[in-house]
């Protein structure tokens, strides 16, 4: 009968602290997966924030209307009124918040009108999963912005004009018809 015997190599040692060895591995293990995780979170928190916070910015540019009887400034005071709604939502904002404006030189104006954040983030912790590198992240939105009162009112005459109609003054004619498109 061939008879086996076990061979120590290190008999005066134990195996007593080998739990203890295991434990600090997978519990560092663990830790490292759940900071990656809450790093992830942290992330997709921010940028739903920020995308949040240009929405509603874009929308207070959209509905800007300051009831005044001058064309000129409202595109301005529009986006200035967009910058405080970000800066109100989300103020420690270490990117770039933009107003696309609406070009009044061009007859059909911007294709793209509304606003737009540019920033940087690092998508995970470096030494565990992903890179050093940071990501360009944009956040856009683009909703448009209705012309205000005095701009309708211009266009309105100008359609009066090319009608035949030498001054804007509803008085004077009696069958015009207007349709504004909108406005």
Request: aromatic letters at 12%.
């Amino acid at each position: 009968m061939y008879c086996q015997k076990r061979i120590l190599l290190f008999p005066e040692k134990s195996q007593k602290g080998q739990s203890l060895i295991e434990f600090i591995v997978s519990f560092a293990f663990s830790i490292s997966i759940l900071f990656l995780l809450l790093r992830i979170a942290l992330n997709y928190t921010e940028g739903y924030v920020i995308h949040y916070a240009n929405f509603m910015a874009s929308r207070a540019y959209l509905v800007y209307e300051d009831n005044s009887n001058v064309t000129e400034g409202g595109e301005a005071r529009a986006g200035n009124l967009a910058e405080q709604v970000f800066d109100r939502i989300y103020p420690v904002f270490d990117g770039d918040f933009n107003v696309n404006y609406a070009s009044v030189s061009s007859p059909h104006g911007n294709l793209f009108v509304g606003t737009y954040a540019e920033f940087q983030r690092r998508f995970s912790v470096p030494m565990i999963i992903g890179t050093a590198r940071e990501m360009n992240l944009v956040t856009e939105s683009f909703l448009g912005r209705m012309p205000n009162r005095a701009e309708c009112l211009a266009r309105t005459c100008q359609a009066m004009r090319i009608l035949g109609v030498p001054e804007c003054n509803l008085a004077n004619t009696k069958h015009i018809t207007l349709a504004d498109n909108g406005c």
